[in-house]
């Protein structure tokens, strides 16, 4: 079996194609001292505003952040947004090639009000409707050029249009005929599209809404049954859900295994999802055992919650703990 340092390293050669929603998370820091006398809510005083790459993106920065080579298929908006957008992903050193650039839609952008590390309120400009034809005729053409070069390809969906079932089942088509393993972040509009797919990735709530049925966290006879239902439907090679604070559950090559969450000092959830799944695709191009896929996965997104904001993993951090705690 591999060395942990030698797992590590060999992230470093891998290429990881992501296809899915790419957003701004614009951030306003503030401290609240007064209540409004318009209204009864908090008034910030804005202290600094920043902005970050979001959603499929903010899984290009946690890929890049383990050592590895993203390459983002998405759709942004011609405006000012997408301007940024696409400026931040230049200064960040990752590729533009596989961004389409559509007048038909904005891009979308998430906008946090945190005042004293406490979450106030979050304004969202976007639009959820479908990618056209057009849309998603040219993100195919970026995908059948970009994916002969990668080793594993991420499905990062936020219902926000880019990801179709028309497009999930050609990729997947495409990935199979070179024998690059497929890993899905789902959410509920696509959910029952992504058929023989290599790792599906749902957390409890996608689960319900996708499945529509009845799923308590700590029950693992309802949690087994779901993902039977899971695997039957979809035909996938595995599923590894995440259970929040009760951990991940990973089903995956004839071996069913839970670990417990590691106990941590939560400042933000956000974006954990997309580390997860970024570690997660890197440990299957890499062939890695079901049990640390799982623990390495289920390692890294415990970490960044320790953060506020949304902020891709630090490798070494990853490393270090990974060591401490026996993976």
Not at 126 to 145: G, N, W
Request: aromatic share 4%; charged share 25%.
């Amino acid at each position: 079996m591999k060395s942990l340092q030698q797992i590590f390293s060999d992230f470093n050669s891998l290429n990881v194609l992501i296809v899915g929603d790419v957003m701004l998370d614009s951030y306003i820091w503030g401290a609240v001292e007064r209540i409004s006398p318009e209204a009864p809510v908090p008034v910030v005083n804005v202290k600094k505003r920043d902005v970050r790459l979001g959603g499929a993106a903010n899984v290009a920065l946690n890929v890049q952040a383990l050592g590895a080579n993203p390459v983002m298929v998405a759709l942004c908006g011609d405006d000012d947004a997408g301007k940024r957008l696409q400026q931040i992903v230049k200064d960040q050193h990752l590729s533009t090639d596989g961004l389409v650039v559509s007048a038909a839609r904005p891009t979308t952008v998430k906008t946090r009000v945190i005042a004293s590390s406490q979450h106030i309120v979050r304004v969202d400009d976007e639009s959820d409707k479908p990618s056209s034809a057009e849309e998603e005729h040219e993100l195919l053409k970026r995908i059948e050029k970009l994916l002969p070069s990668c080793h594993a390809v991420v499905f990062e969906d936020y219902d926000k249009g880019v990801i179709s079932p028309g497009l999930v089942t050609q990729t997947v088509a495409f990935a199979k005929k070179k024998g690059i393993p497929t890993i899905v972040d789902p959410k509920k509009r696509n959910f029952l599209a992504y058929q023989q797919v290599t790792l599906f990735k749902p957390n409890l709530k996608e689960m319900r809404e996708g499945l529509k049925v009845e799923l308590e966290a700590g029950n693992m006879v309802q949690l087994e049954s779901a993902i039977k239902i899971l695997k039957d439907k979809l035909a996938v090679e595995g599923v590894m859900a995440t259970l929040s604070e009760h951990g991940v559950y990973m089903d995956y090559q004839n071996e069913k295994l839970k670990l417990p969450a590691h106990p941590r000092e939560i400042a933000d959830v956000s974006g954990a999802g997309d580390t997860v799944v970024s570690i997660a695709a890197l440990c299957v191009a890499l062939k890695l055992s079901p049990k640390q896929i799982a623990a390495l996965s289920n390692l890294g997104g415990g970490l960044v919650c320790q953060h506020v904001g949304v902020v891709p993993i630090d490798k070494d951090e990853l490393l270090a703990e990974a060591q401490r705690v026996g993976i």
